[in-house]
């Protein structure tokens, strides 16, 4: 499903990331640990395609296409997702309405979701203004959920969740990287922590 082959990335000129090579199969969830700093979150990026992070080397591959150069909504429409690290607030645009573009065409019970979260009174505020850190990551997976990605780039899910919901997140997670009615896992993931 995803494959990087000596993938090399630079931040305004600085190398961060050199000869990265990763397979991940349809289903699988990879977790990758290391410590702040070492290029978890530039990784992320870099498949995500954000401009800001340059592959000067290697190639990017989702379901054997060569997406090294595809925009970031282009990913987006193959099925890559991403719960970001820290999230940008969206002045002038609700969580509900978010939602919705996430949702796009595809029978999702929207508002369940959201109650599985506890984020129900969170539809009608702007996406993620005031929002606490668990309150962020909620919103984050709860886009994913309602996405439903063939492959989700998680950044640090459990970084400013109280005890209280995190089992909501792991519950969340759990779900978005679903089995189907045989039992196979469908969805992949990439978590970085």
């Known amino acids: 499903m995803l494959k990087l082959e000596n993938l090399t990335v630079e931040i305004d000129g600085k190398e ?3 000869n990265i090579n990763l397979e991940l199969k349809k289903g699988e969830t990879h977790t990758l640990f290391g410590p702040n700093g070492s290029g978890k979150t530039t990784l992320l990026m870099a498949i995500m395609g954000f401009g800001a992070y340059k592959v000067k080397k290697g190639k990017i591959y989702f379901n054997r296409e060569d997406i090294t150069n595809l925009a970031v909504c282009e990913r987006a429409k193959k099925g890559i997702g991403i719960m970001f690290q820290r999230p940008p607030t969206i002045s002038g645009l609700k969580m509900g309405d978010l939602l919705n573009l996430c949702k796009g065409n595809k029978d999702v019970e929207t508002n369940a979701l959201a109650g599985e979260l506890n984020m129900k009174n969170f539809l009608n505020r702007d ?3 005031g929002f606490s850190g668990g309150e ?13 990605p063939a492959l ?11 005890l209280e919901n995190i089992s909501l997140v792991g519950n969340a997670i759990s779900k978005l990287l679903q089995k189907d009615v045989h039992k196979n896992r469908t969805n992949a993931g990439l978590i970085i922590t």
């Open 127 to 129: 996406v993620n203004a």
């Open 16 to 18: 961060i990331l050199k």
């Open 152 to 162: 989700s780039l998680i950044d640090e899910p459990e970084s400013g969740v109280d």
């Open 136 to 148: 962020i990551k909620r919103s984050e997976i709860l886009q994913l959920l309602v996405q439903n």
